[in-house]
């Protein structure tokens, strides 16, 4: 049996893009003494996530790639693999992207953001394109906030890669008496939290999911069992990480691999 012990990084919304980097750094090294293998960060957590008005000061190319060795830095320093939820500019073009660093501080490349929320257009460049990234025995996509709560085909392309995990960086913060949530994927929420164990059960993968901690946050940090059920969740709200062991035998993908009529780019 090959179990691999990730570790969700559910931190407070960066107070500065400075900040961002520094709490990611921590970040890193606490999930290297928790044992884990992975670490992955919220979307576009450095230097903030700016589409919903918070203060985020402009970013330029110069910092982002000061900021990113930062973070390769820190991995690897610890040995451990990093998902950064963050930003960069393709041919001056702004993204919203993760950055897969590999346990021995190299960077392994990007998965931009393909399917952008409305809200991001005037903002951001789509992405195109999904890969999947392979560190020892763990194979694993990403599929950013919306994309991966509202077009399942991005999650079910990188299980047709070969994806085990499907790690889920994302954003939300609570909009004005809006519900606020006790449990995981109450009837009264959004459907958002359900949306994270349908995908997980329609392609029997593991899919974990990851947010800032945010007072009254309509989601929170989790991870769904290939078959649909919640193995771990932070309270809502509560900053730290969140640590959970997958047992990659579970992930047999065998409901993805029925797919009649494969995307395309995809493998089988």
């Known amino acids: 049996m090959s179990t691999v012990r990730i570790a969700l990084a559910a931190l407070p919304f960066p107070e500065s893009p400075d ?21 992955c960060s919220p979307e576009c957590f450095v230097p903030g996530y700016r589409a919903l008005g918070a203060p985020v000061p402009p970013a330029t190319d110069a910092w982002l790639s000061a900021a990113h060795r930062t ?4 991995a690897g320093r610890a ?21 897969v660093i590999g346990p021995d ?7 931009d953001k393909v399917q952008l929320d409305p809200t991001e257009d005037a903002l951001y460049e789509p992405g195109s394109g999904r890969r999947v990234f392979t560190v020892g025995d763990l194979t694993f996509g990403v599929v950013i906030c ?30 004005p008496g809006s519900f606020r949530p006790t449990a995981y994927a109450q009837p009264e929420n959004t459907f958002h939290e359900a949306a994270v164990l349908c995908r997980a059960a329609e392609n029997v993968c593991w899919f974990a999911t990851v947010t800032c901690a945010v007072d009254g946050s309509p989601t929170t940090t989790a991870v769904a069992r290939p078959d649909g059920s919640l193995l771990a969740w932070q309270a809502h709200g509560r900053s730290g990480l969140l640590v959970a ?3 990659l035998a579970m992930a047999t993908r065998s409901l993805a691999l029925r797919l009649r009529e494969a995307p395309p780019g ?3």
């Open 19 to 39: 900040a961002a980097v520094a709490a990611a750094v921590e970040a890193i090294a606490a999930a290297a003494d928790a044992g884990a293998d992975l670490v």
């Open 71 to 74: 973070v390769a830095d820190a």
């Open 79 to 99: 040995g451990v693999t990093v998902v950064l939820g963050t930003e960069r500019f393709v041919e001056g073009a702004l993204r919203i992207t993760a950055l």
């Open 105 to 111: 501080g190299r960077p392994l490349g990007w998965q």
């Open 146 to 175: 919306h994309e991966g709560f509202r077009y399942p085909e991005t999650v079910r392309a990188a299980v047709l890669g070969g994806a085990q995990l499907v790690l889920h960086p994302h954003y939300s913060e609570p909009e």
């Open 245 to 247: 062991d997958l047992d």
């Open 266 to 268: 995809s493998r089988q």
